[in-house]
């Protein structure tokens, strides 16, 4: 016999122990990177919640106990704020229904166009009243992506009239008729949908709701003029950033994968700018514009475009001045009408340092409630047991709830104390005698 075989027989049986060796450890690694990547160790909770102890207050969380019970995102994915951000930007949301509604044409002072699609309720409101509420997709979104499809038609079946706001230039079918599309606090085209419902259906009372960029919109038309609070029973807003000249530092960051998210908002924005080219830039050539597009091409964030392109809409002189005016932080303060500001702990797109602004407002105001959930995502806030989500989000679920609480709340109100110019809410108790 060969004394080299004798060799390889005893070092054999060493060998496939090595091998599994490293298959555990290779295992152990890719457990050890999804645990940490999923986030699968963080706690589930009840949302933090700031507020002032007001009668109002009180009712509102024993009336929606969205706000009070634990949120329950998906076990295997739901903790994971990137995934729930990646699936509301890719899929909207699951089993979308399609509500059928008829879309509005309203012409603007400058010669835009301004759309937005109208959804009659489905059934009779609890309170028996006409409510409309009036909502403002997210950046670049419209009334038939399906965050909003689904949000509509949940709505519409608990008896809600409503009206969506298209963004100037966001329908892919509908051309510019002016050189101008939505901006990031342009309140115009919303002001315009308000005024037509409010015209159209004189007894309805409104519910103003934004999404994203269209909850700084609705913030700032809320602040912005008194009488726009007029008829309105509360607002929410969801996922906000309140201050773009505070968020303009952050989104440079690479925490959080933030300069990323930054470069696919920028693409989305370059496409959309790109398909009104003509309708925005004339369609002929000059230095000028030919600059301009130039620098679109080669942006690669929304801070490039919006200097090169979105500031100068409006006329603003600078960035910083378009960031400052087009703001709600501004304006914010203003709002006296109950008003629910919703944020998620690990949104990627809304930096921590942001929501100062909604916990300092709710501390100092009575009207104001600063939710903020652990998980959700931006615009996520899916609900599962272990993989698959709902159809309905946690979002749509408060959301609605908020505004069932606020609606009862008026409807047991005394009439004197019903009322229609925003002011603030009255506490409980009797109405004291008119003086002639």
Not at 138 to 158: A, C, L, M, P, W
Not at 224 to 238: D, G, H, T, Y
Not at 247 to 258: N, P, S
Not at 281 to 306: E, H, P, V
């Amino acid at each position: 016999m060969n004394p080299h075989d004798t060799d390889v027989h005893t070092i054999a049986p060493e060998l496939p122990a090595m091998f599994d060796g490293m298959k555990l450890a290779a295992v152990a690694t890719v457990l050890y990177i999804l645990v940490r990547c999923l986030n699968l160790k963080s706690p589930t909770a009840a949302p933090d919640l700031i507020y002032q102890d007001t009668p109002l207050n009180r009712f509102l969380l024993k009336s929606c106990p969205q706000l009070t019970k634990e949120y329950i995102p998906p076990l295997l994915w739901g903790k994971s704020g990137h995934l729930q951000t990646a699936l509301y930007g890719k899929l909207g949301r699951v089993s979308s229904p399609h509500p059928c509604g008829v879309r509005k044409f309203l012409p603007m002072q400058d010669g835009a166009t301004s759309t937005f699609d109208l959804f009659e309720p489905l059934a009779e409101h609890k309170t028996g009243g006409d409510i409309t509420m009036v909502i403002c997709p997210g950046i670049g979104n419209h009334s038939e992506k399906h965050y909003i499809r689904t949000f509509v038609d949940y709505s519409q079946r608990e008896g809600y009239r409503c009206a969506v706001l298209n963004h100037l230039g966001a329908l892919p079918n509908i051309e510019l008729t002016s050189p101008r599309m939505f901006t990031y606090g342009c309140t115009w085209e919303f002001s315009a949908m308000v005024g037509y419902i409010k015209k159209a259906y004189p007894q309805t009372q409104l519910i103003v709701i934004g999404f994203s960029l269209g909850g700084n919109i609705v913030c700032k038309f809320l602040g912005e003029n008194r009488n726009n609070q007029e008829r309105v029973l509360c607002s929410v807003s969801v996922c906000q950033g309140y201050s773009a000249l505070r968020a303009q530092e952050t989104f440079l960051q690479w925490d959080q994968c933030r300069r990323f998210y930054n470069f696919l908002m920028a693409d989305n924005m370059k496409k959309i700018i790109l398909s009104h080219r003509d309708s925005l830039f004339g369609g002929t050539s000059s230095k000028r514009i030919d600059a301009d597009l130039s620098r679109l091409y080669t942006s690669t964030s929304i801070m490039q475009i919006d200097d090169n392109i979105m500031r100068k809409f409006h006329g603003h002189s600078s960035l910083k001045e378009y960031y400052e005016k087009e703001s709600c932080v501004h304006y914010i303060h203003n709002v006296n009408v109950p008003l629910l500001l919703v944020n998620s702990a690990d949104d990627p797109l809304v930096h921590d340092s942001l929501l100062t602004i909604p916990r300092t407002l709710a501390e100092k105001k009575q009207n104001v409630v600063f939710a903020l959930t652990l998980h959700g995502g931006h615009l996520g806030f899916f609900e599962g047991a272990v993989l698959f989500p709902q159809p309905l989000t946690w979002m749509d679920k408060v959301i609605v709830g908020y505004a069932n609480a606020m609606c009862q709340w008026d409807k047991q109100k005394p009439p004197c104390q019903k009322s229609a110019t925003g002011s603030p809410p009255q506490a409980e108790g009797g109405c004291a005698e008119e003086k002639a």
